[in-house]
């Protein structure tokens, strides 16, 4: 969740990932990726839609992170962000993130409902 006064809390589940996207040089300095509410839109995001080649393409090399989604969806508090990366080798993902958000958006539910105590410590 990122909030308007720029504090966000989030929960990663890949730590190494997360300090290499913030670190890299492009986006290091970057405000829109730490303030989502200015640049992404409610709705889903393929990655290739808005971070560059050259990024996913190490992303890939390094992580395994070749291919991705993010979900957002805009609240009167806060932006509410999902993640979800893939290999760049496995392309029928892309069939998932496309055509079946229904099965990611169970995920952040049963994820939000299991944190909620811990999120309500973030409210704005």
Do not use: M
């Not at 969740?1 to 504090?7: C, G, I, L």
């Not at 992170?65 to 805009?74: A, D, K, P, Q, Y």
């Not at 990611?104 to 909620?116: G, H, N, P, R």
């Amino acid at each position: 969740r990122f909030y308007p006064d720029s504090t966000f809390v989030t929960f990663i589940s890949n730590p190494l990932y997360s300090d290499f996207f913030f670190n890299y040089s492009k986006y290091e300095k970057h405000t829109v990726y730490t303030l989502p509410t200015s640049y992404l839109p409610t709705g889903k995001h393929l990655w290739t839609s808005y971070i560059d080649a050259p990024f996913l393409s190490l992303a890939n090399q390094q992580f395994k992170h070749g291919l991705g989604l993010t979900l957002v969806r805009h609240c009167d508090d806060y932006v509410e962000l999902a993640n979800f990366a893939a290999p760049s080798n496995t392309p029928d993902v892309l069939d998932v993130f496309v055509n079946h958000t229904d099965i990611l958006d169970t995920f952040i539910v049963y994820f939000t409902e299991k944190f909620s105590s811990f999120l309500k410590n973030f409210a704005r």
